[in-house]
Nanobody
Framework: VQLQASGGGLVRAGDSLRLSCAASELTFSDYAMGWFRQAPGKEREFVAAISWRGGARYYVDSVKGRFTISRDNAKNTVDLPMNRLKPEDTAVYYC????????????????????WGQGTQVTVSS
């Protein structure tokens, strides 16, 4: 199984980025997908999640209204457009997969994820 994250970069506060994660060697529609991030010196934190068919989404409060998670089960991809970026969004962003078809109405647990991507750096300057 491989999760390949891309789309990170260096931007200014207020700018936008779009992260993408391409999954391979798994039955993508069996998995809820999530994005996590880890800033220097901090623990990895949940950012956003989407259920197996995209019917349910959940976000950490700090990104609500700015980030939107989406998925394309035909292409095995999950995207995270990020708007109005802030310096505190600076982190390495990871996509992850959890084998479940449950309704997503709470943060995904770091320990519950089955597979992780390699991370992509997002840096937001003030």
């Amino acid at each position: 199984v491989q999760l390949q994250a891309s789309g990170g970069g260096l931007v200014r506060a207020g700018d936008s980025l779009r992260l993408s994660c391409a999954a391979s060697e798994l039955t993508f529609s069996d998995y809820a997908m999530g994005w996590f991030r880890q800033a220097p010196g901090k623990e990895r934190e949940f950012v956003a999640a989407i259920s197996w068919r995209g019917g349910a989404r959940y976000y950490v409060d700090s990104v609500k209204g700015r980030f939107t998670i989406s998925r394309d089960n035909a292409k095995n991809t999950v995207d995270l457009p990020m708007n109005r970026l802030k310096p505190e969004d600076t982190a390495v962003y990871y996509c992850a997969a959890e084998q479940t078809r449950r309704w997503i109405d709470a943060p995904l647990r770091h320990s519950g994820m089955d597979y992780w991507g390699q991370g992509t750096q997002v840096t937001v300057s003030s």
